[in-house]
């Protein structure tokens, strides 16, 4: 377990592995815990980081606000204590629009993006997650937590095959606040990059289950029409979570990726 004091309060990060460096990034209600077993895998290539973003996991809960522009910010300050000058981004469902939001405004600091499940547009939430981030639906869940964490392990098997998923989930959800709950998806659902993605000048790829019903899996077409040459992997029996649905291919796909040379016009 490793932390790093940043101008927002601790923040929280794992890194296993040694080589170049790539940076994992969890999503909405997540933790780095969801990025273990790529860890492990990736670990045997490159040196992975994987970090909390400010109001989850491990990583501090004080911030008078939690939103996508404030993680993107967290990005950068975290490569920068780091000594890390480049590297991939890689960024499952808010972490991939993040990602693409890092790219975008620290264009020095990305070698590469991949997108797992992310929206490129924020009314491509399901609607239950845009009503979370009315601060009245939020309030109420959380006035009733323990019903709502029940309700959330009773779903979890339509949102992901993986059997530990229930307690994952669970374990995260414990690790929020209502200030991390209710500012971080009322700003992803604001978010939209369509206008902006065609300025990314590194390689990207995306990354979309067919059967996800976190954000509509058509995403990828939004990240097409903006960046062309974006590479596009579609997981026909996979859902939001592609990492834990289909493991074996989602690492591969991954790593090949990353091992790909970059192009000669890349920064």
Known sequence: MSSITTDQGILHYEVYGRGKPVILLHGWLGSWGLWQETMTYLGQYYRT???DFWGFGESGKKLD???????VALVDQFMEKLGIIRAPLVGHSMGGTVSLSVALRYPQRVEKVVIIGSPVVGSSLALPLKLAGWRVVAFFLFRLFPVFRAAMRVASPT??????????????????????????????????????????QVPVMGMFGDRDNI?????????????????????????????????????????????SPLPDSSP
């Open 215 to 259: 954000v509509n899996p058509n995403q990828w077409k939004a990240l097409q029409n903006g960046l062309p040459n974006s590479r596009i992997e579609r997981f026909p029996n996979a859902g939001h979570f592609i990492m834990l649905d289909e493991p074996r291919t989602f690492m591969l796909t991954l790593k090949e990726f990353l091992d």
């Open 159 to 200: 949102i992901c095959r993986d059997p530990r998923f229930p307690d994952m989930m669970d374990r995260d959800l414990s690790r929020t606040t209502l200030e991390s709950f209710l500012t971080s998806i009322a700003s992803l659902r604001r978010t939209n990059l369509s206008n902006e993605i065609h300025r990314i």
């Open 65 to 71: 606000t939690y939103e996508v522009g404030e993680f």
């Open 49 to 51: 980081y994987a970090l």
